[in-house]
């Protein structure tokens, strides 16, 4: 599969040729979808070596140890990632629950952004609270002292998230990582904002990236997926974990993976001139306060981005100016003709929700003159949104 020449290949070349091996697959362009839980051994001799060859990549063993399918998008995300090996899990948050049961026991303490994803702060005080582990939220744009300052002789474990992906603050990742890393704690990173694509984070100093593959890599709203990369010194521990969890991915799902995985690269590209497109018209809005979208010049963490991304992707925040009603506002998202309400993104359609991080937050707190909306920003034509945008703020001032 991956040689160390394909290394240097550009991007866009290994996103169309990675884990793909057609000689092996009777000249078939995609590896096939393999719907198996048995796998027959030759003799007695390779079916009991089965429990070894399970971390031999490639080796088919049994369904849930994964199949070509699933290795092919592992050995592709882990050359994406610069990782020395990659897990496929059966959604986003399995992906994040799956890294931290790798890393945690109880007695432990976790660090955790103040701005993560709601459900991974819901494992935090949920299940891995009643496990014995402690979490303590931090401001995402504390400094490397402040860090230092919440770290206990039992704190294991430091998760990321950048941008938030509800209030887009950009972390600065290398200098909290090293930080982090000094004191022996196991740096995670939930990279789905930015995909491999745009931001590395083995590269600035984390040992667990995490993706919500649901998003950006399925990119057709129609599959749930998630994936752990891991550097050289944890890689052993997350797949055994992963195994011992038993949370493995459906083949058709990781087929659907594979596929999106093909067109991220121009998919991302037209995502985020599509949502710079939208912002800079959003910004100069009497309606809107703030334009969260760190690749706006003026967003917050915009230097930081500048900084360690080599892109931006189609999700943002737009504060408004005023504490418009919740009539108004269900006025606005529920007249809109070409933007979803819906969870989830990452999908080539367009979406938009209230968000209201107030209500989420306990290390810092969210102080904005009006209500927070998020958009997705798809692959529709810019000047549709925009249209579309305009009448709903028409809805938005007449007060619903
Ligand atoms: C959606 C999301 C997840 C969870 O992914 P699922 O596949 O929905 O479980 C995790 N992190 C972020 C930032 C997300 O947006």
Redesign the pocket.
């Known amino acids: 599969m991956t040689t160390s020449s394909d290394s240097r290949r550009g991007t866009d070349t290994k996103l169309g040729h990675l884990g793909r091996e057609p000689q092996r697959f009777d000249g078939a362009v995609n590896p096939p979808v393999y719907h198996v839980s048995t796998v027959l051994a030759p003799d007695l001799d390779t079916y009991e070596a089965g429990g070894r060859r399970r971390y031999e990549h490639g080796e088919m063993v049994y369904g849930r140890y994964g199949t070509p399918t699933h290795h092919a998008l592992e050995s592709a995300l882990s050359e994406l990632e610069g990782a020395a090996d990659t897990v496929i899990l059966p959604?986003?948050?399995?992906a994040?629950t799956c890294a931290l049961f790798a890393v945690v026991r109880t007695g432990d303490h976790v660090l955790v952004t103040d701005s993560a994803?709601g459900?991974?702060r819901g494992f935090c005080t949920g299940l891995l609270q009643r496990m014995g582990v402690s979490t303590t939220f931090y401001d995402p744009t504390i400094d490397p002292e402040g860090l230092a300052a919440l770290i206990r002789p039992e704190t294991k474990a430091m998760v990321l998230?950048a941008p938030g992906?509800m209030t887009f603050e950009v972390q600065d990742v290398p200098a909290l990582a090293q930080r982090a890393k000094a004191a022996g704690l196991c740096v995670l990173m939930?990279n789905?904002?930015a995909t491999p694509l745009f931001f590395q984070p083995i590269a600035h100093g984390v040992d667990l990236s995490i993706q919500?593959?649901?998003?950006y890599i399925v990119g057709h709203a129609d599959a749930?997926?998630?994936a752990v990369s891991a550097s050289d010194a944890w890689a052993r521990t997350l797949r055994s974990t992963m195994y011992e969890l038993g949370m493995s991915a459906g083949p058709d799902d990781v087929y659907l993976g594979m596929r999106g995985l093909r067109t991220l690269g121009v998919r991302l590209r037209q995502h985020w001139r599509n949502a710079l497109t939208v912002a800079e018209w959003l910004r100069d809005r009497p309606e809107v306060a703030q334009v969260l979208y760190p690749a706006l010049p003026d967003a917050p963490g915009h230097e930081v981005w500048k900084r360690d991304f080599a892109g931006a992707s189609g999700l943002f925040g737009v504060v408004l100016a005023e504490p418009y009603s919740r009539d108004a506002i269900a006025a606005m998202l529920d007249g809109m003709s070409l933007f979803g309400i819906g969870s989830?993104?990452g999908g080539y359609e367009s979406l938009m929700i209230a968000c209201y991080p107030e209500k989420a937050r306990t290390a810092t707190t969210w102080d904005a003159p009006g209500p927070l909306l998020r958009l997705h920003i798809g692959l529709e034509d810019p000047a549709d949104l925009i249209a579309d945008l305009e009448a709903g703020f028409a809805r938005l001032t007449a007060g619903g």
């Not at 919500?212 to 998003?215: G, L, R, V």
């Open positions: 959604s986003g948050l399995a994040i994803y459900p991974t998230e992906s939930d789905t904002w919500a593959a649901t998003k749930m997926l998630g989830s993104w």
